[in-house]
C-alpha cells in the first residue's frame, strides 16, 4: 500500500461527483483471514429410553431394521405404538412412544412428516430413526421447525397430521446431511418458502427503512443475520428461487451480512463477492449506496481494511460539509479497527471538536470503548501465554 499516494483520496464525499477516485487496497482483503461461521452439529432425533432393550445378536438387528421397521405414522395407525406429542410450536417435539408388539420395532421418523395443535402446524426437519423394546415407553425428541408464522410458541399437545408440504421436499432433503445449517436457519428458510415474509419480520436487526407491517408478534421467529443469510443461501443451493423471496428485496440485509465479521464470508458467497471486488463494494456503498444504510460502509471499511480507516475516517469526521450521520459513523468506526494508533486520533478529535459538542462526546466514547476492548486482548494475550508456559507439580 502507497500511502502518499492515497491520502489525498480520503477527503470524504460532499456532493454526488465529489470524488473522482478511490483508492485502490491492493493485498489488502487477502491480508485478512475470512472469519469462519459458527457451525451446529444437529441430531435429528435424540433418545432417552426408560429402559434398554435385550441384547441382540448382529444378525437379529440387521433382521429387525429390515423387517420391521415402520413409518411413525403408520405405526400409530395401525395401533403398533401408543404415542402421545409435546412440542413447543417451533424447534422442538417430545414423542413419548410405547411399543405395544411383544418384539422390538424400529420406528422411522421422516423428514417433512407434519403435526398439529389447533392453530399451530410445524414440520419435522431431519429424518431419524429409533428402535423401541416392547412394552417398554420410550421419549423420542424429534427436530421441528413451525410452518407458519401465527404459531404459539409453548408447549402443547400435538397430533400427527395428513398434511404435507411439497415445496419443502428439496430442502428438507438437502438439509438432512448439512449439520451446519443450524435450527434458525432451516425455521428462516421454511418460514420464507410458506409464508414469503419480509425481512423485518425475521431480522434482529432494526430496520432502517419502512417495511411492510406484520401482524404477528415475530419475536420467536427473529434469527441473527448469519442465519438468514445461510437459509437463502439453502434455499438458492435446491433451486426454488430465492430471486422470489421478500427478505432478498430490503437492500439493508446485504450490508448488514457484510459488515458483520460472522457473516462476512457467507454474505460474499450469496452475493458474489469476491475477495478481489470486495473494495469496490464498500466504495459503491460509500459513495451511492441506500441513503439509510450509506454510513455502514464506514463500518466496514474500518473492521476490513483497517490501515486504511486509520488515514481516512479523520478526514470524514472533521469535514463540517458532511452530513453528520457520516462524521459520528466515521469518529465511531475507528474504534472499530481495534488499532492502537486509533487511540490518540480518537483523543485529538474529542478535543478539536469540542468535549461539549455531541461528535465531541462521541469522539470520546470510542476512545473509552477502544481503550477497553485494547485492555482485554491485552489480559487474554497474557492469560494464554501463562498457561502455556505454565509447568505441573509433580507428587
Not at 49 to 63: G, I, L, R
Not at 65 to 91: C, M, P, Q, W, Y
Not at 144 to 164: D, F, H, L, P, W
Amino acid at each position: 500500500m502507497h500511502t502518499k499516494a492515497l491520502c489525498a483520496l480520503f477527503v470524504p464525499v460532499i456532493t454526488a461527483g465529489g470524488l473522482a477516485a478511490w483508492p485502490k487496497a491492493d493485498g489488502v482483503a487477502g491480508s485478512l483471514p475470512s472469519p469462519s461461521l459458527r457451525e451446529a452439529a444437529v441430531v435429528a432425533l435424540t433418545v432417552a429410553a426408560a429402559s434398554t432393550a435385550p441384547e441382540k445378536t448382529n444378525s437379529n438387528v440387521a433382521a429387525e431394521i429390515k423387517d420391521d421397521s415402520i413409518n411413525l405414522h403408520t405405526a400409530v395407525e395401525r395401533g403398533v405404538l401408543a404415542a402421545e406429542f409435546k412440542g413447543n410450536g417451533r424447534e422442538k417435539m417430545r414423542a413419548f412412544l410405547t411399543n405395544k408388539t411383544n418384539a422390538p420395532v424400529i420406528v422411522r421418523v421422516p423428514a417433512g412428516q407434519m403435526f398439529e395443535a389447533d392453530s399451530n402446524s410445524v414440520i419435522v426437519l431431519r429424518s431419524g430413526e429409533v428402535e423401541l423394546p416392547p412394552g417398554k415407553p420410550t421419549q423420542v425428541a424429534i427436530q421441528t421447525a413451525a410452518t407458519r408464522s401465527a404459531n404459539k410458541v409453548a408447549e402443547c399437545a400435538y397430533q400427527i397430521s395428513y398434511g404435507s408440504l411439497p415445496r419443502l421436499n428439496a430442502l428438507l432433503a438437502y438439509a438432512q446431511d448439512r449439520s451446519d445449517l443450524s435450527n434458525s436457519a432451516l425455521q428462516t428458510a421454511v418460514l420464507a418458502l410458506t409464508e414469503n415474509l419480509p425481512l423485518s419480520a425475521v431480522a434482529k436487526f432494526a430496520a432502517a427503512g419502512s417495511d411492510l407491517p406484520n401482524h404477528f408478534d415475530m419475536t420467536a421467529f427473529r434469527a441473527e443475520t448469519s442465519d438468514i443469510v445461510r437459509a437463502l443461501l439453502a434455499v438458492r443451493e435446491v433451486g426454488l428461487g430465492d430471486s422470489d423471496l421478500a427478505m432478498t428485496v430490503d437492500p439493508q440485509l446485504k450490508i448488514e451480512a457484510m459488515v458483520d465479521p460472522l457473516t462476512r464470508a457467507a454474505a460474499m458467497k450469496y452475493y458474489g463477492i469476491k475477495p478481489e471486488t470486495e473494495w469496490e463494494y464498500w466504495k459503491t456503498e460509500l459513495l451511492s449506496g441506500n441513503p439509510t444504510t450509506r454510513h455502514y460502509a464506514l463500518y466496514g471499511i474500518a473492521r476490513f481494511y483497517p490501515a486504511i480507516a486509520l488515514e481516512m475516517l479523520p478526514k470524514w469526521a472533521r469535514e463540517t460539509k458532511t452530513q453528520k450521520i457520516l462524521r459520528m459513523s466515521a469518529i465511531q468506526a475507528l474504534a472499530d479497527t481495534e488499532r492502537p494508533e486509533a487511540l490518540p486520533i480518537l483523543h485529538r478529535l474529542s478535543d478539536e471538536l469540542g468535549r461539549q459538542t455531541e461528535l465531541g462526546r462521541t469522539a470520546a466514547s470510542a476512545a473509552q470503548f477502544l481503550s477497553a476492548h485494547l485492555s482485554k486482548l491485552a489480559a487474554n494475550r497474557t492469560a494464554v501465554i501463562l498457561r502455556g508456559s505454565g509447568s505441573v507439580a509433580q507428587f
